[in-house]
T-cell receptor, first 113, second 112 residues
Framework: DGGITQSPKYLFRKEGQNVTLSCEQN?????MYWYRQDPGQGLRLIYY???????QKGDIAEGYSVSREKKESFPLTVTSAQKNPTAFYLC????????????FGQGTRLTVV | DQQVKQNSPSLSVQEGRISILNCDYT??????FLWYKKYPAEGPTFLIS?????DKNEDGRFTVFLNKSAKHLSLHIVPSQPGDSAVYFC???????????FGKGTRLSVIA
């Protein structure tokens, strides 16, 4: 089945630790995105990538890092510099560069204690 | 500054009646608009979209209307069903290499 897989679904980390969220897609999509959802805030763009080995900052990139070494994979690292990392993280992909509908994964709930 | 606004955080509708969810945008470069439906702890799923060359797009019980002069779009669900209860996000993009910009969402509750 084609789709986007985020893992794990729930993640707990201690404050001050870096953590990497996985996102893999087998839809052969060029573009991939990371969004963050907080209560009452909607979906806010963290980073996006339109092609392998290239990515751009979104609206709230501070404290996060990404890589795009393969077309299928777009991992997100939440660093200790992110002041409020507890949130629901959503990965998405779209078939064309920034155009058209985006398909979302099931999300990762990160809780930092 | 929010480019996509959903000013109603929540909406309650009786089963069988029409649900109307509204969305306003400020960026005149936006030319493609989408609605997503989201259940708790799940990713959003695409519902319906509309290009700026149209003013209406219909798919079954779902219809999206676009008023470019007012920079306003709306999603109509007729008839509303209890399974429609979810958070609905409006999103927009501009031609070229821009990711989707989302509103804050409207929580729809359809009461049986």
């Amino acid at each position: 089945d084609g789709g986007i897989t985020q893992s794990p679904k729930y993640l707990f980390r201690k404050e001050g630790q870096n953590v990497t969220l996985s996102c893999e897609q087998n839809l052969n999509h060029d573009a991939m995105y990371w969004y963050r959802q907080d209560p009452g805030q909607g979906l806010r763009l963290i980073y996006y990538s339109q092609i392998v080995n290239d990515f751009q900052k979104g609206d709230i990139a501070e404290g996060y890092s990404v890589s795009r070494e393969k077309k299928e994979s777009f991992p997100l690292t939440v660093t200790s510099a992110q002041k409020n990392p507890t949130a629901f993280y959503l990965c998405a992909s779209s078939p064309r560069r920034g155009l058209g509908e985006a398909f979302f994964g099931q999300g990762t709930r990160l809780t930092v204690v | 500054d929010q480019q996509v606004k959903q000013n109603s955080p929540s909406l309650s509708v009786q089963e069988g009646r029409i649900s109307i969810l509204n969305c306003d945008y400020t960026n005149s470069m936006f030319d493609y608009f989408l609605w997503y439906k989201k259940y708790p702890a799940e990713g959003p799923t695409f519902l319906i979209s509309i290009s700026s060359i149209k003013d209406k797009n219909e798919d079954g019980r779902f219809t999206v209307f676009l008023n470019k002069s007012a920079k306003h779009l709306s999603l109509h669900i007729v008839p509303s069903q209890p399974g429609d209860s979810a958070v609905y996000f409006c999103a927009a993009s501009a031609s070229g290499n821009t990711p989707l910009v989302f509103g804050k969402g409207t929580r729809l509750s359809v009461i049986a």
